[in-house]
């Protein structure tokens, strides 16, 4: 029923940006939070960034500065921005969206940040 897209991973060398964009599909009527979450290899996936319907942001400390997320309702999709990167950024990213109380979870696609 819901589908969800990633774009916009690949190689950029550290100091470079990124953008990845994700949309939503399916028998969606209105979408709770729309967020990004990253896994790095032998590590946990964690939080990124969240962007609720109402309200402001919220960002994992270790990119607050260097990341920008947004959403458009209306195209039911969300973004996210990533600036000045690190290699520490290296991972899956992977777009969460949630409502009418379950969880939907994106492909992932794979950011590495190396020179």
């Known amino acids: 029923q819901v589908q969800l897209v990633e774009s916009g991973g690949g190689l950029v060398q550290p100091g470079g940006s990124l953008r990845l964009s994700c949309a939503a599909s399916g028998s969606i009527f209105s979408i709770n939070t729309m967020g990004w979450y990253r896994q790095a290899p032998g590590k946990q996936r964690e939080l990124v960034a969240i962007?609720?319907?109402?309200?402001?942001?919220t960002y994992a400390d270790s990119v607050k500065g260097r990341f920008t997320i947004s959403r458009d309702n209306a195209k039911s999709t969300v973004s996210l921005q990533m600036n000045s990167l690190k290699p520490e950024d290296t991972a899956v990213y992977y777009c969460n969206i949630r409502f009418r109380g379950q969880e939907y979870w994106g492909q992932g696609t794979q950011v590495t940040v190396s020179s």
């Open positions: 962007m609720p319907k109402l309200g402001v942001a």
